[in-house]
Antibody, heavy 121, light 111 residues
Framework: QVELQESGPGLVKPSETLSLTCTVS????????YNWIRQSPGKGLEWIGY???????HFNPSLKSRVAISSRTSDNEFSLTLTSVTAADTAVYYC???????????????WGRGTLVTVSS | QSALTQPASVSGSPGQSITISCTGA?????????ISWYQQHPDKAPKLVIY???NRPSGVSDRFSGSTSGNTASLTISGLQAEDEADYYC???????????FGGGTRLTVL
């Protein structure tokens, strides 16, 4: 059974860089679109971006200038970097897998438990 | 500002049916073949309950169903149970550019 687990610092200072890793266990990271999604406290969900097979990457235009996503296939993990953070970036960050489909549909069939990142001095 | 609009809250009594709507806006809103629905209990990760408008993942109760009409997608939960009390989010992707969006969420209260 495939599982996703986020890890990283729970506290980041304003203007610094947020870095998180998602470890995929029970299956290969290859062949799936892996995503980062966040949820601000008491708010809705925001899609951040995805990585596919290590080289195909795409971001939400609203965050594109500050976001990077990379992967390490050998370790079956992928990572998120968000620069110049502010209090508005305080959120629970989830990694999630796009479901396999022959269509253009986007849906997320597997989620990590999420990790809370607080931006504060 | 999401292009997907959901009611803030809905409620129903055990055994009843409820419907949560998700209305698209904007001229470039993608085709509804990409609508999915997620259930989120407090302090838990979202769980996929409907994908590609009408499909249920394995293990999801057949009390959950999805549909579309015009520019509105709907999630219907029949035979309401206490465990259905949660937040529900719709999601869709635009066809003009790869961008996945979520609705603002609907809080379902089982009375």
């Amino acid at each position: 059974q495939v599982e996703l687990q986020e890890s990283g610092p729970g506290l980041v200072k304003p203007s610094e860089t947020l870095s998180l890793t998602c470890t995929v266990s029970g299956g290969s990271i290859s062949g799936h679109f892996y995503n980062w999604i966040r949820q601000s406290p008491g708010k809705g969900l925001e899609w951040i971006g995805y990585i596919y097979n290590g080289g195909h990457i795409h971001f939400n235009p609203s965050l594109k200038s500050r976001v990077a996503i990379s992967s390490r296939t050998s370790d079956n993990e992928f990572s998120l970097t968000l620069t110049s953070v502010t209090a508005a970036d305080t959120a629970v960050y989830y990694c999630a897998r796009r479901g396999r489909t022959p269509t253009l549909a986007w849906y997320f069939d597997l989620w990590g438990r999420g990790t809370l990142v607080t931006v504060s001095s | 500002q999401s292009a997907l609009t959901q009611p803030a809250s809905v409620s129903g009594s055990p055994g009843q049916s409820i419907t949560i709507s998700c209305t698209g806006a904007g001229s470039d809103f993608g085709g509804y073949n990409s609508i999915s629905w997620y259930q989120q209990h407090p302090d838990k990760a979202p769980k996929l309950v409907i994908y590609e408008v009408t499909n249920r993942p394995s293990g999801v109760s057949d009390r959950f169903s999805g549909s579309t009409s015009g520019n509105t997608a709907s999630l219907t939960i029949s035979g309401l149970q206490a465990e259905d009390e949660a937040d529900y989010y719709c999601s869709a992707s635009r066809t003009s550019v790869t961008l996945v969006e979520f609705g603002g969420g609907t809080r379902l209260t089982v009375l």
